[in-house]
């Protein structure tokens, strides 16, 4: 078994393990393998080892690595988690299944028209700058309630749910339960967080989905913010 495949095996097991603990039915939490910074064959093994699931910050990155793969593995998703330019939403829509940056209105507003254009909808998810971080991406909280409606009601976008990036430092249990009221009172049914060091606290919390980079294909080489 290549390392990639022992690595996704004991993290898989870690999720069913957290899943079980929280009393949440068996299968209720997804892995995102957040392949960014490692090549393409780092992706295959992944993918021969049965994940289909894929995460992506860069969506020029994601361009060179994921159609020739998608070519023969037909199943797969990719997801888009970093912070999006406006001028790389048309291929964005292009590309992915889930857009999970969404966090300001000319983002929603070019999403939108490229939706429009590329006559693709990938879901949506909103992010929230739970920790109101200066230099982090992500709507602040006091204007997540407005902006989320707005991205439904005024832009029209398919919306599924929430993702946040808790403060490096601290207890992130606090702001996993914060962005699960919130989806929950908007009736938001995908909940993406927790990453390598904190996915199992994320799932007691609630999250659908987690994305975990490092703990499955290693460290990376160069920083990818
Ligand atoms: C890189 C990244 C991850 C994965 O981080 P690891 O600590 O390597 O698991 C998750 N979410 C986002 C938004 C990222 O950019």
Do not use: W
Not at 16 to 37: D, H, I, Q, W, Y
Not at 72 to 94: C, E, F, W
Not at 149 to 158: K, S
């Amino acid at each position: 078994m290549s390392d990639i495949a022992a690595n996704l095996a004991r993290i898989q097991h870690r999720i069913a393990e957290a899943t079980a603990r929280a009393n949440r039915p068996a299968g209720s939490v997804r892995l995102v393998a957040v392949s960014k910074t490692h090549p393409a064959e780092a992706v295959q093994q992944a993918l021969a080892a049965g994940q289909v699931l894929f995460g992506e910050n860069r969506v020029q990155e994601a361009e060179g690595k994921f159609p020739a793969l998608r070519a023969s593995h037909p199943a797969m998703r990719l997801h888009l988690i970093g912070a999006l330019q406006t001028n790389k939403a048309r291929d964005a829509v292009a590309l992915a299944d889930v857009v999970e940056s969404l966090d300001r209105p000319r983002l929603a507003t070019a999403l939108a028209e490229a939706m429009q254009k590329e006559g693709r909808r990938p879901d949506v998810l909103v992010q929230v700058n739970t920790g109101d971080e200066s230099q982090k991406a992500g709507i602040p909280r006091a204007e997540a309630d407005a902006f989320i409606r707005a991205c439904r009601e005024q832009h029209g976008l398919p919306v599924q749910g929430l993702m946040c990036i808790p403060p490096v430092a601290g207890d992130p249990r606090p702001h996993f339960l914060y962005l699960a009221e919130l989806a929950a009172k908007h009736g938001l049914a995908v909940l993406s967080m927790g990453m390598s060091g904190d996915f199992e606290a994320a799932i007691a919390c609630g999250a659908t989905h987690v994305r975990v980079g490092s703990a499955i294909f290693g460290a990376r080489d160069y920083p990818a913010t």
